[in-house]
Each structure stands twice: as structure tokens, then as C-alpha cells.
């Protein structure tokens, strides 16, 4: 049984998992509506379809409803580093903060700027230039990933610095930037990001099919959604896959706390199930289905690679380090990644019915399916929240890889009584947030999409939903 936080430590990890995960379910979301609406406008700059119209502005909604609650719900970490860790900002700073700065006062600055020449420049600049601002605004949500990206992947794998006064400072700024941990996780959280949008525009796309509204414009809708679903859930398989070999390289114990493999094997099955075995006191499960070898190449690239287990590591760590636990939360690392692994082939077999029966013409027939793809539209986000704890979780104790502890890092003047307050602050905001985004997000992906200008044919003035 999972004890209750009474230490700051505890607290201070607790708020800040709630508002990394909270904002975590913005995120991807916008990072593939984004450029797909931009897609939506450039079929219509292209051929003049009202129907790609009436899409961009209503998937443009959407996107604008999410990237303003995501917005708000980030900007509160960057307060957390300062007040709950002030330990590790010092340590980090002189390396941390220079992509959080980049992306700040650049790529979120190019985000922010073209998202509003988008939005109030539909009748004001040319169809060109405005096509323009979307396509920029898509660049800068992916820039600023990859910048968040470049930071949280030096605490997963540091490189590019040196330790002197008792902190880091950064010694190779393109061993920071090219951090290979930081490329895999860029393209994986990418088409992360692509996977959660095109199913949430099939699965808009799929609610009102069913219902007979605005047939042939849906149709289109699911048809570009599909086109993107199929590939990029099949990729992000693959790429999630091999992304364990970086894991592997730079974190040998979150891959075998992962798999709860106690020993060292060569060649290691993979576990699709199992019950028990989580604990030093019961490392024998009472069931375990296992796909042999499947383990060693996900870890190593090679079916008969040898993957280190959790008793030998933790004894290396212990003599390298001193006397500690090095290998907690197995049971969450577990099932977090099974979670997302499981998920994002569910989403992989749904999107391929849906072309296989839209490619048919038959899609409409499959009332089964389309409400299949309604509910689907929520695992995306389930699937991205069990990543993000399968990163953060299977590095502790670290909260800078083997440089520093998280036990240490956090502010010792920071009380709990002032963690707990604020804790449930932000708990209680979040609740209003959520359901205020949901109950937006339902109401617009409900609405009939609008219409063009009624004489010239020309974009409208934005909707005041803008």
C-alpha cells in the first residue's frame, strides 16, 4: 500500500506532478491540431472548397480553447522550479535555464504571435500571408517542444557540462541541443502530438456521421484524420520501441523497472501481464505471460542483448553512489508503460478499421465503430500521462541523473503547511479549468462548422469564440 506524503519532499513532488500532468494533457493535443489545421487551410488556399474552410475555422476552435487552458496551466512549473526547488535550480541553472529561456522569449513568442495574427487576421491580411501565420504558429508549438525537451532530457541524460563551485555549467551548448535522449523523445513525443489530434478530428468527425450532420463535410474530415492516424500510431509504435535503447543506455534501472525483472537475463522475455513479483519480498509473480527475447531487443536493438536486472544494479548503484534505494516505484513503471504501449496499439487497430471501411465507403454502416472512435478519443491523453510518469517516476531517486538526488533538491525554507495549502489551490483550480475545457471542447466539437462570408465568398470576421 502506497503511503501518504508527509514530508515536503513528498508535497513538493506531488504539486509538481499534478501541474506537470495536468498541463501534459494540453499539450499534445496542440502540438498536432495545430499543424493539421493548417493543412485543413491549405487545401482550401489551394482549391477553393468551402468545406476546408468551414473545417480550419471549426478544428481552429478547438485548437484555440485548448492552447489557451495549456498556456495558463505551464506558465505555473516555471514558479514551482524557483519556490519548491530552489536546491536544484541552483545546481541546474547555468544549464537548464538556457533552452527554458530560448523557448520562452523565442519559440513561445513565435507560437503566441502568429496564433493572434491568425486569429484577427482573417479579413485584414492577404489569403497568402494569413496561410502563412498558421503554418508558422504549428512551427513554433514544435520548436518549443523540442527546447522543454532539450532541458528534461539533460536531467534524464546530462551532457555538455561540468561540475564546478558545487553547480553545473554548461561547457558544449550542441552536445545540449543534439542530446540524443532529447531527439528520440522529440519525435516521440511529435507524433504523440499527431496521433492525439487526427483522433480526436475522427472521432468529432465519427459524432456527427452518426448523427447526419454535415455528412460530406465530416467525411473529410475523417478521411484527412485517417490519412494521418494510420501511419503515425503504426510509426510511434516503432519509435517508442526503440526509444528504450537510448533509455537503456543512459537508465539501465528504469528499463528494468519497467519490466520488474529482478535478475539479469540474456536473452529477457517481455512481461505482457503479470501479477506480483513488484517487491524485494516477492520477486516471483504468480502470473506471468511473457514473449520471449522481446525485452532484448526493445532494450538493446538485438533478440539476444543482455538487459542488467534490478538486484545486480541496485548493488552498483549502492557502491557507486552509497548506501540508498535505487529502485523504487517498480510497480507504477510497470503498468505505466503497459498502459501506454497497450493504448497506443488499441488506437493503431482502431484507425485502421476506419480506413479499411472508409476505403470501402462503408464507414458510415459501422455504428459500432464510429462510437468505438468517440470514446477513443480520450485514450491518446491517458496513454501520454502514463509516458510522462514512466519518464519522471523511473529516474528517481534522481532528479538530475547520478548527479543529483531529488531528496535533496528542494527549498529547505518551504514548509509544508505551505506546500499543502497551495497544493490544494492549484488542485481546486484545475478541477474548474478541466471541466470548463471540457464543457468548451463539447460545445464547439457539438456546433454546425460556420459558414463563409455570405457575398464575396471571402473568410468572415473571426467568431467571437476567437
Not at 543506455?249 to 525483472?261: D, F, N, R, V, Y
Not at 513488484?278 to 527475447?293: A, L, T, W
Not at 538530475?400 to 529547505?412: F, I, M
Request: hydrophobic share 50%; glycine share 8%; aromatic share 12%.
Amino acid at each position: 500500500m502506497i503511503s501518504l506524503a508527509i514530508t515536503t519532499v513528498d508535497l513538493a513532488r506531488l504539486q509538481f506532478a499534478t501541474t506537470s500532468i495536468y498541463h501534459f494533457l494540453f499539450v499534445p493535443l496542440t502540438l498536432g491540431l495545430a499543424p493539421l489545421v493548417a493543412v485543413m487551410q491549405t487545401k482550401w488556399h489551394r482549391s477553393g472548397d468551402e468545406h476546408w474552410y468551414r473545417l480550419t475555422r471549426f478544428f481552429g476552435t478547438l485548437l484555440l480553447i485548448n492552447f489557451a487552458i495549456g498556456v495558463a496551466t505551464g506558465l505555473v512549473q516555471e514558479f514551482q522550479f524557483g519556490m519548491n526547488w530552489s536546491v536544484y535550480s541552483k545546481f541546474v541553472g547555468d544549464v537548464f535555464g538556457a533552452p527554458l529561456a530560448i523557448e520562452g522569449l523565442g519559440a513561445f513568442f513565435l507560437e503566441a504571435t502568429f496564433l493572434g495574427l491568425w486569429i484577427f487576421g482573417w479579413d485584414r491580411l492577404s489569403p497568402r500571408l494569413h496561410l502563412a501565420t498558421i503554418w508558422l504558429a504549428a512551427a513554433g508549438t514544435w520548436l518549443s517542444a523540442y527546447f522543454i525537451l532539450v532541458a528534461n532530457s539533460w536531467m534524464q541524460r546530462p551532457v555538455g557540462y561540468k561540475i564546478s563551485g558545487g553547480k553545473a555549467e554548461l561547457t558544449d551548448i550542441w552536445s545540449l541541443l543534439g542530446n540524443e535522449f532529447a531527439v528520440h523523445a522529440l519525435l516521440h513525443v511529435l507524433l504523440v502530438g499527431l496521433t492525439t489530434a487526427s483522433m480526436v478530428i475522427f472521432g468529432v468527425a465519427c459524432w456527427h456521421l452518426r448523427r447526419g450532420r454535415n455528412v460530406e463535410l465530416f467525411r473529410k474530415a475523417a478521411a484527412l484524420a485517417l490519412i494521418v492516424a494510420v501511419p503515425v500510431s503504426f510509426l510511434n509504435l516503432t519509435v517508442g520501441s526503440r526509444f528504450g535503447i537510448a533509455v537503456t543506455s543512459a537508465q539501465a534501472m528504469k528499463i528494468a523497472e519497467s519490466e520488474a525483472l529482478w535478475h539479469t537475463e540474456q536473452p529477457a522475455s517481455f512481461s505482457l501481464f503479470q501479477i506480483g513479483g513488484f517487491s524485494k519480498q516477492d520477486q516471483n509473480p504468480s502470473v506471468d505471460i511473457e514473449i520471449p527475447k522481446l525485452l532484448s531487443f526493445l532494450a538493446t536493438g538485438s533478440f539476444n542483448g543482455k538487459v542488467d536486472g534490478l538486484t545486480p544494479l541496485q548493488k552498483q548503484e549502492q557502491k557507486k553512489y552509497g548506501p540508498g534505494n535505487y529502485m523504487p516505484y517498480i510497480e507504477v513503471c510497470y503498468w505505466a508503460m503497459r498502459v501506454m504501449a497497450y493504448i497506443g496499439t488499441f488506437i493503431f487497430a482502431v484507425a485502421a478499421l476506419g480506413a479499411f471501411f472508409y476505403r470501402r465507403r462503408t464507414l458510415e454502416s459501422k455504428q459500432w465503430l464510429m462510437k468505438t472512435a468517440v470514446v477513443t478519443m480520450a485514450l491518446p491523453f491517458i496513454a501520454a500521462a502514463a509516458g510522462w510518469v514512466l519518464t519522471e517516476m523511473g529516474r528517481q531517486p534522481w532528479i538530475v541523473q547520478n548527479l543529483l538526488k531529488t531528496s535533496n533538491a528542494n527549498s529547505p525554507t518551504v514548509g509544508i503547511g505551505t506546500i499543502g495549502a497551495s497544493l490544494g489551490v492549484f488542485v481546486l483550480l484545475y478541477i474548474g479549468l478541466g471541466a470548463a475545457d471540457l464543457v468548451l471542447m463539447r460545445r464547439y466539437a457539438h456546433i454546425d462548422p460556420p459558414e463563409p462570408g455570405p457575398i464575396t465568398g471571402e473568410p468572415a470576421a473571426p467568431a467571437v469564440t476567437y
